[in-house]
């Protein structure tokens, strides 16, 4: 941390990340705003803030969650947020179980929805900087049960499965053996418990995995 104002004061320097303009206005601004905490950087794509975190070297980085329709914050925070490096606080509108689960396992130090009070994200930014936590209790009670989220490889798979893409269609999209697809299909199967593909696609609906506003990939 900087140190700032009188003796003994420290700053916490927080980055922003998240590709919606608003947010990262609105949550600058409650940053600086507050006394101890500084705002020293911003990025408005996962790479963006790959290419910065180093430099800026932030005690704090407030990460969305999905950023482009991937769950790139997921990716920044797998690569940033163990062995030493910034705390991270996810931030998102997605309220689900899983990705609570995905966050915590990768090491984030909290999660807060983005229909929270801004003075509740800067209270959470304070926690996690001082070495706590900020997951809701509802949040740790949830992800206790959630299943496993899929590798992003998984994803781009479930993405055709939902879109109704027969596996003639996914080997050919991912550049796959129809066994190989075949092979995928049926460890998601074993693993999540469902019997058929409209019961995992249901499943990566529910659990936010696939964005049903999205279009299958090319």
């Known amino acids: 941390m900087d140190t700032a104002g009188g003796?003994?004061?420290?700053?916490?320097?927080?980055?922003?990340?998240?590709?919606?303009?608003?947010?990262?206005?609105?949550?600058?601004?409650?940053?600086?705003?507050?006394?101890?905490?500084?705002v020293v950087g911003a990025a408005r794509s996962a790479d963006e803030a790959a290419a910065t975190i180093d430099r800026t070297n932030p005690d704090v980085v407030v990460c969305d969650v999905q950023m482009g329709g991937e769950a790139e914050g997921l990716r920044l925070l797998e690569r940033f947020g163990k062995h030493g490096g910034?705390?991270?606080?996810?931030?998102?509108?997605?309220?689900?179980?899983?990705?609570?689960?995905?966050?915590?396992?990768?090491?984030?130090?909290?999660?807060?929805?983005?229909?929270?009070?801004?003075?509740?994200?800067?209270?959470?930014?304070?926690?996690?900087?001082?070495?706590?936590?900020?997951?809701?209790?509802s949040a740790l009670r949830a992800m206790r049960g959630a299943p496993r989220r899929p590798t992003d490889r998984e994803i781009e798979l479930l993405r055709l499965v939902a879109a109704g893409q027969t596996n003639d269609e996914i080997a050919e999209a991912l550049t796959l053996s129809l066994k190989t697809v075949e092979s995928h299909l049926r460890r998601l199967f074993n693993r999540y418990a469902v019997m058929n593909r409209t019961e995992l696609a249901v499943l990566a609906l529910r659990e936010g995995w696939v964005d049903p506003g999205l279009p299958a990939p090319d």
């Open 7 to 38: 003796p003994g004061e420290a700053t916490v320097s927080v980055f922003l990340v998240d590709d919606h303009p608003s947010v990262l206005d609105g949550v600058g601004r409650a940053v600086d705003a507050a006394v101890g905490l500084r």
């Open 86 to 137: 910034p705390r991270f606080l996810m931030l998102s509108s997605f309220d689900y179980p899983t990705l609570y689960r995905a966050a915590h396992e990768r090491g984030a130090a909290g999660y807060v929805l983005k229909t929270a009070e801004l003075g509740t994200v800067v209270d959470a930014i304070r926690r996690v900087a001082a070495g706590g936590t900020a997951f809701p209790a």
